[in-house]
Nanobody, 116 residues
Framework: QVQLAESGGGLVQAGGSLRLSCTAS????????MAWFRQAPGKEREFVCG????????PYADSVKDRFTISRDNAKNTIYLQMNSLKPEDTAVYYC?????????WGQGTQVTVSS
């Protein structure tokens, strides 16, 4: 059973930056798709960005394009989410997800709060 552990969340002022990390318990980077999702209070979980194993593509949601960057370190079994120019509407619990095709495995989430 693959386990995913997120870290790096916190409280930041608008315009600030945070970097989230997600470490997998097994060597799945480059083999499985991995992604970041987020869920704001009262809203549905939404896709933020991902890394697709088949072509190394990195799709982003329009709302975070040019502000967020996903990257990975295969040696550390870790993906990162660099979040810059944060806005109050980025406030949410951020989840790491992974799977060979669909996202079957999820982390517990890390809270990101952006104050105005």
């Amino acid at each position: 059973q693959v386990q995913l552990a997120e870290s790096g969340g916190g409280l930041v002022q608008a315009g600030g930056s945070l970097r989230l990390s997600c470490t997998a318990s097994e060597r799945i980077l480059g083999i499985w798709n991995m992604a970041w999702f987020r869920q704001a209070p009262g809203k549905e979980r939404e896709f933020v960005c991902g890394i697709n194993w088949s072509d190394d593509s990195t799709p982003y949601a329009d709302s975070v394009k040019d502000r967020f960057t996903i990257s990975r370190d295969n040696a550390k079994n870790t993906i990162y989410l660099q979040m810059n120019s944060l806005k109050p509407e980025d406030t949410a619990v951020y989840y790491c997800a992974a799977g060979p095709n669909q996202y079957n495995y999820w982390g517990q989430g890390t809270q990101v709060t952006v104050s105005s």
